[in-house]
Structure formats: C-alpha cells, structure tokens
C-alpha cells in the first residue's frame, strides 16, 4: 500500500526551528517529485515547496523562500522540510505529498499531516 | 504568481442534486489543473487531474471540464460522502495555487 506518514511537528517559540519528516512506503520514492502543503486552521490549502525525484530541483512559496528548506534522502525513502525563523503566520498542519508522475503534477498520494504552532 | 478563483464558497444542495463548482486562472494554465475533495480532520483526495481525467477509485459522478481558463467540478448525483470541501489547484507553474476552497453543505 502506498502510505505517507509525517512526523514532526509540535509547538515552537516565534524564531525557533523545527524540521518535518514525511516517510515513504509502497513506491520507489526516487522515481516521484514530492511536495510540501500547509494548511492553516479554518484555512484553504497553501503551497509551501516542491522537490524533485533525484532532490538535485526544489522550489518554494515566496512565504517561505531564504527560511525552509526541503530535501530527502532516497536511502531511506523521507522527505524532510527544516523551517527555521518560524513566524505566528506559519501555524498550520503541514502535509507532505507526492506528484502522480513524470508527466503529471498533480497530488495523488497525501499523508496524515502534522500540526505546527508557532506561539510564545 | 497565478490567481485561482473559485466559487462559491459555499454550496447548499440536496442529495440527489446536480453540483457544479467553478474555478477560474488569471491566466492560461492549459490543462494543468486538478480537484481535491477534503473531508473535516482528514488529508484532501484527488479527484480529478488535468482538468478532466478520472482519478482512479473516484466514482464517475464526478467531472471535470475545461474552456479556457474557467474550469469546472460537476457531480451529476450527490451522494451523502460528497458533502465536504473542495479545492482546485493549478499547476502549470510555480507556485502551485490553490484556490480558496468550496464547502458543499447539506440544504
């Protein structure tokens, strides 16, 4: 079965730093581009970062470019998103994903989520 | 960036009743675009991607049509798991926009 789990997140101060798992099964996890979603409480969903097969390509949301950085390492099937200078503004379950294929970009596969929050 | 704007943002209807949800690009996207349905605590599902194909395991009351950057969401018959939270998102380009979100309640 293919199955996303994230893991992670938690409460942390305005400033601090916090780095999200996501841990892959079911799929040759090189193979796949995967992304990073977030979603604020009562909100729509929110982009944060995609990564490509071989993590050689990432890109970011303009919210979060120069504080997160994604990466993965394919020897152990997890995809990672360090959030550093975290913000009130970024309080929200993030969720890891993972693209349909080469020649389609779309979500097909989503984990659970894991909930941040930035507070004092 | 791409805007995406969805409407409505909330939708009464029966079960039974014929649903169509719209979304619109604030530029050409092409195909590039997919439906998610996401149900209260739970991650969203994919529905339908590059605007008009069938996610496996999705029943086919649901649809997805294109006309030049306005798309839309129809389920023929709604049935009592359809009530829930839809998105569409596009993803011709970076950033992967999402619109706002459109909350099919029971009437």
């Known amino acids: 079965e293919v199955q996303l789990l994230e893991s992670g997140g938690g409460l942390v101060q305005p400033g601090g730093s916090l780095r999200l798992s996501c841990a892959a099964s079911g799929f040759t996890f090189s193979n796949y581009a995967m992304t990073w979603v977030r979603q604020a409480p009562g909100k729509g969903l929110d982009w944060v970062s995609d990564i490509s097969g071989s993590g050689g390509t990432t890109y970011y949301a303009d919210s979060v470019k120069g504080r997160f950085t994604i990466s993965r390492d394919n020897s152990k099937n997890t995809l990672y998103l360090q959030m550093n200078s975290l913000r009130a503004e970024d309080t929200a379950v993030y969720y890891c994903a993972k693209r349909r294929n080469w020649n389609d970009d779309a979500f097909d596969i989503w984990g659970q989520g894991t909930m941040v929050t930035v507070s004092s | 960036d791409i805007q995406m704007t969805q409407s409505p943002s909330t939708l009464s209807a029966s079960v039974g009743d014929r649903v169509t949800i719209t979304c619109r690009a604030s530029q050409t996207i092409s195909s590039w675009l997919a439906w998610y349905q996401q149900k209260p605590g739970k991650a969203p599902k994919l529905l339908i991607y590059?605007?008009?194909s069938l996610e496996s395991g999705v029943p086919s009351r649901f649809s997805g049509s294109a006309s030049g950057t306005e798309f839309t969401l129809t389920i023929s018959s709604l049935q009592p798991d359809d009530f829930a939270t839809y998105y569409c998102?596009?993803?011709?380009?970076?950033?992967?926009?999402f619109g706002q979100g459109t909350k099919v309640e029971i009437k």
């Open positions: 590059k605007a008009s």
């Open positions: 998102q596009q993803y011709n380009s970076y950033s992967r926009t």
